[in-house]
Structure formats: structure tokens, C-alpha cells
């Protein structure tokens, strides 16, 4: 099983963030794909997942308004208009699930399998 992350990289505030997360070698039912970001020096949080059955979204409290998750063979993740707050590391994960209680405890049991993860700044 292997998630690549691609995009990120520098952006401006108030610039579009577009995230892409690549999967390879999931078998059905642990396609279900989360993302999830860590600010420098902060715990890991969850933003949003997608079913890999029928692409229904769920959103966490910081994802919900903010970010937009879609699925088009890769799975992207679109932030409108990016912060300094949007800085750190930005991971894409799988799980055999996509609710609400995927994000809990930084989705160290309910995601099976993590990207490497990539580097967002965000230049003021």
C-alpha cells in the first residue's frame, strides 16, 4: 500500500491550497481516504474524509467551511483561501471507515495506512 502526497509547497495568504493524494494497493474497504493537518509544534488534526464506496464526505470542525474534499482518481483537497494558521505538514491517510470518529486522537486508530506527508508554508 502506498499514499502520495502532492501539491502544497508555498502559498500566499488568501491563495488556493490544492492538496492531491495518490493511493495504490488498497483493497476494497480500506479505500476510505482522510486528510489531516499538523501545525508546527501542535498535535494532528482531522479535516475531512471521503468513502471510497460512494463518495460521501465528512468534515471535522476546522474542515467544515473551510476545505473541500473531492475525488477524481486521486483524492484532492481544495482550501479556498489559505492562512498562516494553514502552515505545517498535511498528511492523506486511509481507513476501513469515513465518520465522524475518524478524527479522533489524531487518527492513530482508525486510519491504517498514512502518506509521508508534505510541507505547506504559507507566506503573509
Known amino acids: 500500500v502506498q499514499l502520495v502526497e502532492s501539491g502544497g509547497g508555498l502559498v500566499h495568504t488568501g491563495e488556493p491550497l490544492r492538496l492531491s493524494c495518490t493511493a495504490s494497493?488498497?483493497?476494497?474497504?480500506?479505500?476510505?481516504i482522510g486528510w489531516f493537518h499538523q501545525a508546527p509544534g501542535k498535535a494532528r488534526e482531522g479535516i475531512a474524509c471521503?468513502?471510497?464506496?460512494?463518495g460521501t464526505t465528512v468534515y471535522s470542525a476546522i474542515g467544515k467551511g473551510r476545505f473541500t474534499i473531492s475525488k477524481r482518481g486521486a483524492v484532492h483537497l481544495l482550501l479556498n483561501a489559505a492562512t498562516p494558521d494553514d502552515a505545517g505538514e498535511y498528511y492523506c491517510?486511509?481507513?476501513?471507515?469515513?465518520?465522524?470518529?475518524?478524527?479522533?486522537?489524531?487518527?492513530?486508530?482508525?486510519?491504517?495506512?498514512w502518506g509521508k506527508g508534505l510541507l505547506v508554508t504559507v507566506s503573509s
Open positions: 494497493g488498497l483493497t476494497a474497504g480500506y479505500d476510505n
Open positions: 471521503i468513502s471510497g464506496v460512494d
Open positions: 491517510a486511509a481507513s476501513r471507515f469515513c465518520d465522524d470518529f475518524v478524527f479522533r486522537d489524531e487518527g492513530r486508530n482508525t486510519y491504517d495506512y
